[in-house]
């Protein structure tokens, strides 16, 4: 199985700040790679497919890059909705692998 | 709009086997894959498998020997089956959709189920 690794796995940030999320693979996955945003209580929502294709209707400050094994995910300016958790998941090979995710809170 | 909806029992006992049901509505089933996700409380995803519209299926070593996934194009249904539970399957279970990028031809889950929380408990 291939290994997600996500850092930091909980972060405080102030409204504006530029946030940065990295997600690791324990091989390379090429750009197969997706992100999504869970709020407490709901279910997961894709934000980003295939590393940096934003989804539709998703804010525009939501980026994402990288290739390979390494990956990040930036918020350009944190806005208070942004409360959440951020799930990495590679789909590159079965299983499908999330992983264990990074808390975003606001300070 | 795409919904999808999970149901079935909340608490099953340990041995037993757990059984959910996801209703898709809004789009036809066919030409997707569908997913079984779950997610132990305050923990990560796990992705279970999924089915294709065909029935083919692909499930996750980890569960393979105890997981049957099921589809009823009829009833725009797809079924899930978790046999000799434990403590360690209580978890919200999420029914989603994976679909191809039209560009990237990469797969993503773009549609999820609120989730459902199943209990294994004496």
């Known amino acids: 199985d291939i290994q997600m690794t996500q850092s930091p796995s909980s972060l405080s940030a102030s409204v504006g700040d530029r946030v940065t999320i990295t997600c690791r693979a324990s091989?390379?996955?090429?750009?197969?790679l997706n992100w999504y945003q869970q709020k407490p209580g709901k279910a997961p929502k894709l934000l980003i497919s295939?590393?940096?294709s934003l989804q539709s209707g998703v804010p525009s400050r939501f980026s994402g890059r990288g290739s390979g094994t390494d990956f990040t995910l930036t918020i350009s300016s944190l806005q208070p909705e942004d409360l959440a958790t951020y799930y990495c998941?590679?789909?590159?090979?079965?299983?499908?692998?999330f992983g264990l995710g990074t808390k975003v809170e606001i300070k | 709009q795409v919904q999808l909806q999970e149901s079935g029992p909340g608490l099953v006992k340990p041995s037993e086997t757990l059984s959910l049901t996801c209703t898709v509505s809004?789009?036809?089933?066919?030409?997707?894959?569908w997913s079984w996700i779950r997610q132990p409380p305050g923990k990560g995803l796990e992705w279970i498998g999924y089915?294709?519209?065909?029935?083919?299926?692909n499930y996750n070593p980890s569960l393979k020997s105890r997981v049957t996934i099921s589809i009823d194009t009829s009833k725009t249904q797809f079924s899930l089956k978790v046999s000799s539970v434990t403590a360690a399957d209580t978890a919200v279970y999420y029914c989603?959709?994976?679909?191809?990028?039209?560009?990237?031809?990469?797969?993503?889950?773009?549609?999820w189920g609120q989730g459902t929380l199943v209990t294994v408990s004496s």
């Open positions: 091989q390379s996955i090429s750009s197969y």
């Open positions: 295939a590393a940096s």
């Open positions: 989603a959709r994976e679909r191809f990028d039209i560009v990237t031809g990469q797969p993503a889950f773009d549609y």
């Open positions: 089915i294709y519209y065909s029935g083919s299926t």
């Open positions: 809004g789009d036809s089933i066919s030409s997707y894959y």
């Open positions: 998941q590679q789909s590159y090979s079965t299983p499908w692998t």
